[in-house]
């Protein structure tokens, strides 16, 4: 079905239940709550776009099809909803809407710069919004979010604090992915983690890396909260850094220059980012490498942060864990301080860890589905193998705000 298909939302007597309705107007301060809005059901489904917000005012139906119902959690540059789609009906054969659990749950991610933007600077980002959403739009893969819309929306004032414009706020809706993220999962003490699961993450997750970066995307923000266990034990890779970045840089002030070149980035989660993308200088695939590995250290120490950050620059995490010496040995060179001395490729990766246990990993990527017509991107990635850097343990002061968020969906 298409975004334009206009679907029966049946008038029902029988409806006399309240929805709670999420309003998605950014917070005021940091912290700050959503207010939550109880509205009929009946009232919702025959005038989506006549209700708003009764603190703020702003409009709680987006496109007049998007109600949010939950939020699932938020950072520095927005915040992420379960939403339902009046056009989207579960059953399509009928394309009839009786209540709201007749349709079908997304996820929706609200970027939004922290400071005020100037109008030009606001363009910049909008466009490479677009540009960036439409990239994510290519992936076609089972264990990656299926990407549906995007769209920008200008709210109403808000009515707490008069009539001060304002910020346009950008939006991307794709698939919604039910399962706990690694964090949840692994981040107990009764819960344990070993190289069994280290091998279960690399078989799973190396595959989709290697199709991404034949598709000439990187995913720039690979940690715990980002990979999604479902219910059959398959693991999901969401929350791709690339619209965050450009968010986070036109905010930022970067020029437009620096912004449109798709290798920089603005990016980095402390411990989990590799040197050369704590620094903002270019990635390559090993930063993806990398930082997969950086997680499988973070969950077997239970370490994050700092912590985890001097722990990997030290090589003292596999001190604290038993595992096969040769797996050992791939790690650390996935985590190798200079990009040119990691694998360069996750095929690299595949082929080293089926020399040490055959049975574990593929060697092929997995074929995209038979609907994936899209073109692939050229890679245009330069690895450049002279620019090494020292050994020593760099923490940019401008980070330590970054990883207060560290564990969190953004």
Not at 186 to 198: C, L, P, R, S
Not at 296 to 311: F, M, N, P, R, Y
Request: aromatic share 6%; with cysteine; charged share 25%.
């Amino acid at each position: 079905m298409t975004a334009n298909t206009i679907v029966s939302i049946t008038n029902s007597s029988n409806l006399n239940n309240t929805i709670s309705v999420v309003c998605t107007r950014p917070p005021l301060v940091p912290g700050e709550l959503p207010h939550i809005n109880e509205i009929d059901e009946r009232e919702l489904l025959d005038n989506p776009g006549e209700h708003r917000c009764s603190e703020c005012g702003m409009k709680l139906v987006l496109e007049n099809r998007y109600v949010p119902i939950e939020l699932l959690g938020g950072g520095g540059f927005g915040r992420t909803f379960i939403v339902n789609d009046l056009k989207r009906p579960i059953d399509l054969e009928t394309d009839i809407i009786q209540n709201l659990e007749d349709t079908e749950q997304y996820v929706l991610k609200q970027f939004h710069p922290r400071t005020p933007l100037s109008n030009s600077v606001l363009d910049i980002a909008i466009r490479l919004f677009r540009t960036e959403a439409r990239s994510l739009e290519k992936l076609k893969h089972d264990q990656i979010p299926s990407f549906y819309n995007y769209f920008s929306f200008s709210p109403s004032s808000d009515l707490r604090i008069g009539s001060v414009e304002p910020q346009r706020l950008l939006y991307i809706v794709e698939e919604y992915i039910p399962g706990q993220n690694l964090a949840e999962k692994y981040f107990k003490d009764t819960q344990n983690f070993g190289e069994k699961e280290i091998r279960d993450i690399l078989s799973q997750l190396l595959p989709v890396l290697e199709y991404i970066h034949k598709k000439g995307i990187k995913h720039r923000d690979i940690k715990p909260p980002n990979i999604i266990c479902d219910s059959d034990g398959k693991l999901h890779l969401i929350d791709f850094g690339a619209v965050k970045d450009k968010v986070k840089s036109a905010e930022e002030g970067v020029s437009e220059q620096i912004l449109v070149n798709e290798n920089s980035t603005q990016i980095a989660t402390l411990g989990y980012s590799p040197p050369e993308q704590q620094l903002c200088h270019q990635i390559y695939p090993s930063s993806d490498i990398y930082s997969l590995a950086a997680t499988c250290v973070s969950l077997l120490i239970k370490k994050t942060g700092l912590e985890l950050e001097q722990s990997i620059r030290e090589t003292t995490w596999n001190e604290r864990v038993d595992l096969d010496e040769s797996l050992v040995k791939v790690l650390d060179k996935m985590l190798a301080y200079n990009h040119s001395d990691r694998y360069q490729a996750a095929e690299e990766v595949i082929q080293a860890l089926k020399e040490i246990n055959p049975p574990d990993l593929p060697t092929d990527v997995p074929n995209p589905p038979e609907n994936d017509t899209q073109e692939n991107i050229p890679e245009t990635d330069l690895i450049n193998n002279s620019n090494k850097k020292s050994k020593n343990v760099f923490i940019p002061i401008a980070l330590i705000a970054l990883v207060l968020g560290g564990l969190g969906i953004w």
